[in-house]
């Protein structure tokens, strides 16, 4: 298998200000991250396709200058939460490609960031 | 819009019996894929099975897939309470739109 993983598994911050939450591919280089959003009991809204090299691609309704994506090498993305408030509070995932193209391809998750605004 | 949906929303079965789940989805597409999540956890992939595929096994998992009605079912064998967790389908879809889709899930409890 692969390993992915996300840090921190769980950060409180207070209303203002910001969060940054990383996601590695520990075995395998991945060009492309997603990064997703679950509410309690709910599915996963899939927020932004992190490319290494490029911009981030987001899904209609996320805010860019909100949620600001980096992917600077091939083994690390970042999702930064701008000016956080409790609204912002949820569980943030990452995944990983393991190769170049998505089609038939698995997908390895982080463990996820429990992000609580307070 | 939501892609996958899956049925029941839960399900609480005792351990030794089989669970099956379902899932249907709304456009065309590459594969299907079951996935499980333990309680504020990250997900673990199952199974993926492939357009052309029909159904597949992985030890005791059985997928099905039935492309004219757009739907899968998740077949676990002889559960156990170590199986409980919420599973879901996600779906890839073609060409521009390939990227993965999650249905809301289903919670599977078994029980001792």
């Known amino acids: 298998g692969a390993v992915v993983s996300q840090h921190p598994s769980w950060v409180i911050c207070k209303s203002g200000t910001s969060v940054k939450i990383e996601c590695r591919s520990l075995?395998?280089?991945?060009?492309?991250m997603f990064w997703y959003r679950q509410f309690p009991k709910q599915s996963l809204m899939l927020m932004a396709t992190?490319?290494?090299?490029?911009?981030?691609?987001?899904e209609q309704g996320v805010e860019k200058d909100k949620f600001l994506i980096n992917h600077a090498s091939l083994t690390l993305s970042t999702l930064t939460v701008t000016s956080a408030h409790p609204e912002d509070s949820s569980f943030y995932i990452c995944?990983?490609?393991?190769?170049?193209?998505?089609?038939?391809?698995?997908?390895?998750f982080g463990q996820g960031t429990r992000l609580t605004v307070v | 819009s939501q892609q996958g949906e899956e049925d029941p929303q839960a399900l609480s079965i005792q351990e030794g019996e089989n669970a099956t789940m379902n899932c249907s989805y709304k456009?065309?597409?590459?594969?299907l894929q079951w996935y499980r999540q333990n309680s504020g956890r990250g997900l673990v992939h199952l199974i993926l099975?492939?357009?052309?595929?029909r159904e597949k096994h992985s030890g005791r998992l059985r997928v099905t897939l039935d492309t004219s009605k757009k739907s899968s079912s998740l077949l676990i064998t002889a559960s156990r309470a170590a199986d409980t967790a919420s599973y879901f389908c996600a779906t890839e879809g073609i060409g521009a739109n390939s990227k993965l889709t999650f249905g809301k899930g289903i919670t599977l409890s078994v029980r001792p």
């Open positions: 075995d395998f280089q991945a060009t492309t």
């Open positions: 992190s490319n290494e090299g490029s911009k981030a691609t987001y």
């Open positions: 995944s990983a490609l393991k190769g170049f193209l998505m089609v038939d391809t698995e997908a390895f």
């Open positions: 456009t065309s597409i590459n594969n």
């Open positions: 099975i492939r357009s052309n595929e």
